[in-house]
């Protein structure tokens, strides 16, 4: 994948938001130069996380992993850890937190990872050294602690599975 397809290829994933469209691009461009730069890529991150952050309100650092087609709706209060990592077409939703868990002593215990397709509902917190399988929704202000198995539906604080869906013939992007 060449450099302009890189960078912008949560383009079309967020077609109707042009707000996401600005801070994707800008995500992957700093990512490209904080890969291949070195020291220079200061330049590019940080005007990034500043604006992104003060204006925003969105703390994506371009040191997590994220896989290709994020989809932000209301990028606002979105708040993801410099280590998690993120897969592949995965909807984030505003006032989300994808974090990790710190001991007593201020050492990092663990963050988290997000399979494929991974929908996460308004307020949602996903803390700690867990995984949450591909195709999982978690909604709207639950609290996830646990690792969610492929295919669940999580609800509450703290999160619980009410229900695991059936896998169905989802044909990948291209």
């Keep these: ?29 700093a990512q490209w130069a904080s890969v291949r730069w070195g020291r220079l890529a200061r330049l590019v991150v940080t005007p990034y996380w500043l604006t992104c952050s003060m204006l925003f309100g969105v703390e994506l650092p371009a040191s997590a992993q994220v896989g290709p087609r994020l989809r932000l709706y209301h990028p606002h209060g979105i708040v993801v850890s410099p280590h998690c990592t993120l897969g592949s077409d995965c909807h984030l939703r505003h006032n989300v937190t994808v974090g990790n868990r710190v001991d007593r002593d201020g050492n990092e215990a663990g963050v988290a990872t997000l399979g ?19 195709h999982a929704r978690v909604g709207a202000l639950a609290v996830v602690v646990k690792s969610v198995p ?23 992007p291209e």
């Design 150 to 172: 492929a295919w669940s539906v999580v609800v509450g604080n703290p999160g619980r599975v009410i229900r695991v869906d059936e896998p169905t013939a989802v044909q990948e």
């Design 1 to 29: 994948m060449g450099f302009r397809e890189w960078v912008l290829q949560d383009w079309a994933a967020n077609a109707a938001r042009p707000e996401s469209q600005l801070i994707l691009a800008w995500f992957r461009l």
């Design 116 to 134: 494929d397709h991974v929908e996460l509902g308004a307020g949602c917190a996903v803390i700690g050294d867990l995984h949450v399988g591909d």
